[in-house]
Nanobody, 119 residues
């Protein structure tokens, strides 16, 4: 199973970006899909999470600004980020809990995509 993240870049404060993360491989189903971020010198932190029943959870610092969604037919999770702030800068990682055709359940991670918000 592989997760491919895309959509990062450089944006001014107040701007928007949309991240995508597509899972591929020996997938039967995907339970939870989420986005984490890591700023330089800081620990990785959860940004948002969506379950296979479309229950969503957000970190307090993104509520009202970010929206997570998923397309189960495409095994893809999205993160729409609006009203971006410089403190949102960091590497964003997608993760997924995947049930595989080998009858295993594991967590997989994407390679990360850089988001830089200038002031």
């Amino acid at each position: 199973v592989q997760l491919q993240a895309s959509g990062g870049g450089l944006v001014q404060a107040g701007g928007s970006l949309r991240l995508s993360c597509a899972a591929s491989g020996s997938i039967v189903s995907i339970n939870v899909m989420d986005w984490y971020r890591q700023a330089p010198g800081k620990q990785r932190e959860l940004v948002a999470r969506v379950t296979n029943s479309n229950r969503v959870d957000y970190a307090d610092f993104v509520k009202g600004r970010f929206t997570i969604s998923r397309d189960n037919a495409k095994n893809t999770v999205y993160l729409q980020m609006n009203s971006l702030k410089p403190e949102d800068s960091g590497v964003y990682y997608c993760g997924a809990v995947v049930h595989t055709t080998g009858w295993t359940t594991s967590t997989y991670w994407g390679q990360g995509t850089q988001v830089t918000v200038s002031s």
